[in-house]
């Protein structure tokens, strides 16, 4: 799944934006990729350690820090979300193109869903792909799904992605990217002496017991046209974005919760395969 980068285009489309001419659906590709990139036993002791964690000492979601610039005409959101689950497991969520994610359960409704996706490129963890997605935009508490392209360029080993809009209209152009960065949540418990900077002396000085948490960071930059540049559209529009990437970070912590409260599989699912691909 992706995350918040194209909700600001999303919300300058209009509600009858035609599907890609370019994509057919005999082109749709939602294999996820099977190879990773990370060690599988340390996924496996992470989720027992969040899973043992969350019941003594449940995790704070934290609300989401949202800034929004203008200048020059062009708008930069910058979004930081911290996560209670370990980097690989929240960039899978979000790349995975079958996650379910961005499903609001308890209102039964898609907040955001792949319509199309066709792999241009794939080169080890790189993969770029030109997607059709839809998201519920917020419009005074109304979900009204908008469907846009998207060029995407995904790294799963750097745990980051670049997304851009597939062509430009009269109403905006846009460009953004986010990336996963690990949080060594248990340092000044664990590791008293020394405060580590990289995972492998986080390991060592925890003894394999600290807990790795992520930091999400969003970067988008969009530049509407006129007339939705002008107040009090451009005021309106800002506000709009805003709330529906606050409703789809919800959703990332929701699913959070989840994950971390489920039963971790089996230890011998892992035990026969390779370590690291």
Known sequence: MGLIQEVSIHCFSSAESKRSENVDSEEDD?????????DLKEAQKQADLWHEAEKKHPWHNASPKIKVTHENGFYHMNIELTVGLPPYFLYNFLIDP?????RD?????NLMENKSRKV????????????????ACNVFGVYIPISMNLIVDENRKDLMVKRASLT????????GNYKVEPIFVDKERLCKKRIPMTREEY???????????????????YQPYSPFNLPPLSWFIRGMTVKTSKSLLAQVQDTSIAVRTATPMPKETTSNKDEKH
């Not at 939602?30 to 990370?38: A, E, I, L, S, T």
Request: hydrophobic residues 25%; contains cysteine.
């Open 168 to 175: 430009r209209n009269n109403h905006f152009s846009f460009e």
């Open 105 to 109: 359960l308890r209102k039964r409704r």
């Open 120 to 135: 241009l490129f794939e080169n080890g963890p790189r993969q770029m792909m030109r997607m059709e997605k839809s998201v």
């Open 203 to 221: 390991k060592k000085c925890s003894g394999g017991q600290g807990k790795v948490a992520s930091k999400l960071t969003i970067d988008q930059y």
């Open 30 to 38: 939602f294999n996820y990729p099977d190879k990773v990139y990370y």
């Open 98 to 102: 079958g996650s379910g994610a961005f």
